[in-house]
């Protein structure tokens, strides 16, 4: 198949310059966005100055309304102390009291139902400027492969069409990740600490109340909001960068993994590591940590599988990794063809993790048979000037 360097290049610039004009048409939206959340956030935090002064008045003024009440009561039962007026100033000044305090209170729940709208607005915004800079970050991307070498273009689509948006995807999938981390903090540890902040209003309103059985157990919901938030943290951070890959190495934190995974998604699980194991790099251990991820995501996501087992054996310079599930299984007679047209990304970039590696990788798979998958990597000449840490044969983690 033969291509025409210079239609090519006419198609690329119009595309280019359509590009170009988006771009600037969504950063109008991001700016536009921007300014919008700007002027949310002023008016929120004027609102919550607000709704602090409110609360602290209707303090005062419930204890005022209190104190009017019990000399109205006062006044109305000793006829010989006090005279006719007397009751009637008493009867006013506690009318007068009620009728400020209830309007103070509805100012109170008003303020608290514009704040609600605006912290929702804000979300929302905040949403779109989110949308808005993947958008742009990906249509720069875009972009930039566009201008790249033609003739690189060229050589790639008539030698290797299936490494031509290598580079590409890489890039989209690091983007992806970002977003997905982003869309995690928010709506996980942001939204606790929101809840944190307007649980904790209440605890001081209570406590200045002196109710201090409700502010107990307010404490208490906190205490356990926070330790919630900081598991949430932790888990993120897990799986950004296990930290027991450096200090216990791959085997200890795969059997981690395998024991969280099916405690989280309750599919029966089985590991077992064979062999004395070596520390190798440690960009050869994160590759295999995040083979085995991408295997136990896609089990997850399409193999309706209710047992997953994984074997580990380290011999004669040799990684091999067996996974395989009792799922329902896949042709693998049409799988390059649903490779082909941008489907199975994840068995794409698995396969790719094992190329970069000079390893091997083998999917066997029928439909109501299950799946299996074997990766083999060399790990000879890969270590580091570490000391090797032998492993006994693992006892399987049970399901």
Do not use: C, W
């Amino acid at each position: 198949m033969s291509f025409n360097v210079q239609d090519i290049d006419k198609i690329i610039k119009n595309a280019t310059r359509v590009m170009e004009k988006s771009r600037y048409q969504i950063f109008e939206i991001y700016q536009g966005a921007k300014a919008e959340l700007e002027l949310m956030r002023k008016e929120l935090d004027h609102v919550m100055q607000e709704i602090e002064a409110t609360i602290s008045l209707v303090d005062r003024m419930e204890i005022e309304f209190k104190r009017s009440r019990n000399r109205l009561s006062e006044v109305s039962k000793d006829f010989k102390r006090y005279r006719e007026e007397d009751i009637r100033k008493a009867y006013e000044m506690a009318t007068k009291t009620q009728l400020e305090l209830t309007i103070q209170r509805e100012k109170e729940t008003t303020l608290r139902q514009r704040r609600d709208e605006l912290q929702i607005r804000i979300r929302n915004i905040e949403q779109t400027i989110e949308r808005a800079e993947t958008v742009a970050s990906q249509m720069n991307v875009v972009a930039q492969y566009l201008s790249g070498d033609l003739s690189a273009v060229t050589q790639m689509l008539e030698t290797a069409k299936n490494r031509q948006l290598l580079g590409l995807r890489i890039i989209m999938a690091q983007e992806e990740e970002r977003k997905r981390i982003s869309r995690e903090i928010h709506d996980g540890v942001a939204q606790s600490m929101a809840n944190l902040v307007m649980r904790t209003e209440f605890a001081e309103r209570m406590l200045a109340k002196r109710e201090y059985a409700y502010v107990q157990d307010e404490i208490r919901n906190l205490k356990n909001m926070v330790r919630s938030g900081l598991e949430e943290v932790r888990r993120i951070i897990f799986n950004l960068r296990p930290m027991a890959l450096d200090d216990l190495g791959l085997v200890p934190t795969l059997r981690k993994f395998v024991q969280d995974f099916e405690d989280r998604t309750k599919i029966s699980t089985r590991f077992e590591a064979v062999g004395k194991e070596q520390r190798v790099q440690p960009a050869l251990e994160i590759a295999v940590y995040r083979f085995v991820q991408e295997a136990f995501t896609n089990v997850l996501k399409h193999a309706q599988a209710t047992r997953i087992d994984m074997n580990l054996v380290v011999h004669n310079g040799m990684m091999t990794i067996l996974i395989s599930d009792n799922g329902i299984g896949f042709d693998t007679s049409k799988l390059q063809e649903k490779m082909a047209t941008g489907e199975h990304f994840g068995i794409i970039g698995m396969r790719e993790r094992v190329e970069m590696l000079d390893g091997e990788f083998h999917i066997d798979s029928s439909p109501g048979e299950g799946t299996k998958i074997t990766l083999n990597i060399p790990i000879v000449g890969r270590k580091e000037n570490l000391d090797e840490s032998g492993i006994e044969s693992a006892h399987g983690v049970e399901g």
